[in-house]
T-cell receptor
C-alpha cells in the first residue's frame, strides 16, 4: 500500500531556513500537499503541488518535487517562532476516491 | 474560502455512553466526506469515507458498528462513537470534498476524552 515517511523532528534558529522532507511510495500521486498543525488545532493547508511540477514558490514557502526519487520537500525561509508546529505532507492515493495518505509528521521547533 | 466546521470541539463522556460528532460544510456541497483519527503525537489515520445517501466505506481494522457514520445531506456527516471506552479517546478530524472542484477542506477537529 501507499506509505509516506517524514523525519520526526527538526530544530532551527529564528531567521534560518527550514527544510522538511517527505518520501512517498505511490508514483501515481496526482497532488502532494503540505499541512501545518499547531497544538490542539486542526490542519491548515499551506501549499500543494501538482505532480507534473518540479517546484512551486509561495512567499516564504518553496516546495520541491523529485518524482524520480519520490521525494518532496518544504523550505521555509526566514523561519519565525510562529512557524513552530507539526508539518504533514500528504498525497492523494490511487483508489480513485481522493483519499489522503498522510505522512508521519515533522515537529518543527524554532529557537529564538 | 471554503469552511468546514465540527461540533463539538471538545467532549468528555463516561465509559459506555455514545457520542455524536458533526461535520458540516458551511458554504459548499460535499457528497463525500472523510473521517480521520489522530492519536497524540501521531499522524492522521483515515477511518472511513462518508458518502451522502449511501453506506460509508470503512478502512481495514475500523469497526463499523462502533463508529457509526451518517451522511444525511450534502452538507452534514455525523460520526457516532458507540459504547465509548477510554481507548477511544482521540482527536477526530473530518474533511469535506467540494463537489465542484474535488478540493478537500478539513475541519478544526474534535477532542474526545472518555473517562
Amino acid at each position: 500500500g501507499e506509505d509516506v515517511e517524514q523525519s520526526l523532528f527538526l530544530s532551527v534558529r529564528e531567521g534560518d531556513s527550514s527544510v522538511i522532507n517527505c518520501t512517498y511510495t505511490d508514483s501515481s500521486s496526482t497532488y502532494l500537499y503540505w499541512y501545518k498543525q499547531e497544538p490542539g488545532a486542526g490542519l491548515q493547508l499551506l501549499t500543494y503541488i501538482f505532480s507534473n511540477m518540479d517546484m512551486k514558490q509561495d512567499q516564504r514557502l518553496t516546495v520541491l518535487l523529485n518524482k524520480k526519487d519520490k521525494h518532496l520537500s518544504l523550505r521555509i525561509a526566514d523561519t519565525q517562532t510562529g512557524d513552530s508546529a507539526i508539518y504533514f505532507c500528504a498525497e492523494t492515493g490511487t483508489s480513485g476516491t481522493y483519499k489522503y495518505i498522510f505522512g508521519t509528521g515533522t515537529r518543527l521547533k524554532v529557537l529564538a | 474560502g471554503a469552511v468546514v466546521s465540527q461540533h463539538p470541539s471538545r467532549v468528555i463522556c463516561k465509559s459506555g455512553t455514545s457520542v455524536k460528532i458533526e461535520c458540516r460544510s458551511l458554504d459548499f456541497q460535499a457528497t463525500t466526506m472523510f473521517w480521520y483519527r489522530q492519536f497524540p503525537k501521531q499522524s492522521l489515520m483515515l477511518m472511513a469515507t462518508s458518502n451522502e445517501g449511501s453506506k460509508a466505506t470503512y478502512e481495514q481494522g475500523v469497526e463499523k458498528d462502533k463508529f457509526l457514520i451518517n451522511h444525511a445531506s450534502l452538507t452534514l456527516s455525523t460520526l457516532t462513537v458507540t459504547s465509548a471506552h477510554p481507548e477511544d479517546s482521540s482527536f477526530y478530524i473530518c474533511s469535506a470534498r467540494r463537489d465542484t472542484t474535488y478540493e478537500q477542506y478539513f475541519g478544526p477537529g474534535t477532542r474526545l476524552t472518555v473517562t
